[in-house]
């Protein structure tokens, strides 16, 4: 009995958690408040950063009308923007791509960075 409740209790342990799966977008919109001053999610217009309607499953440094930096263009070869990619490169954009032109630090909080990304793929959103 106590060989089966430890293989439970392992199993429990060691099964993978939901990746960014359980975000909620309408927090995901308050925490993309600090993203606004660069970004628009919500229609296909590029500011200082390029737009981010529909971002999730496209190819990384796909906007035609967007001058990207050679970091990004070299970065985004053979890549997609999806939840492992996005959630990398948002809590840490210089680390991840040295010679970004993105200027902001990054997302700090854990529970911010889900809710971005369920933002970002919300159809209210703009996203999928």
């Known amino acids: 009995m106590k ?9 429990v342990a060691l099964a993978p958690l939901p990746a960014f799966a359980d975000g909620d977008p309408v927090a995901g919109a308050k925490a993309f408040k600090a ?9 296909a217009k590029n500011k200082v950063g390029p737009h981010l309607q529909g971002i999730v499953g496209r ?3 796909s906007i035609a009308e967007y001058k990207y930096s050679p970091a990004m263009v070299e ?4 890549k997609v923007w999806d939840d492992a ?4 490169y948002l809590k840490a954009p210089k680390a991840v791509v040295k010679g970004t032109k993105m200027a ?9 960075l889900a809710n971005i990304i369920a933002y ?5 959103a703009g996203g999928q």
Do not use: I
């Not at 993203?35 to 229609?43: D, G, I, K, S, Y």
């Open 104 to 112: 902001y630090a990054g997302v700090k909080k854990d529970d911010d």
């Open 85 to 88: 990619t996005l959630s990398a």
């Open 120 to 124: 970002l793929k919300d159809p209210a």
């Open 3 to 11: 060989t089966s409740s430890m293989l439970m209790l392992l199993a």
């Open 35 to 43: 993203c606004q001053a660069c970004h628009v999610a919500t229609e």
């Open 75 to 78: 970065y985004g070869q053979g």
């Open 59 to 61: 190819p990384v440094a």
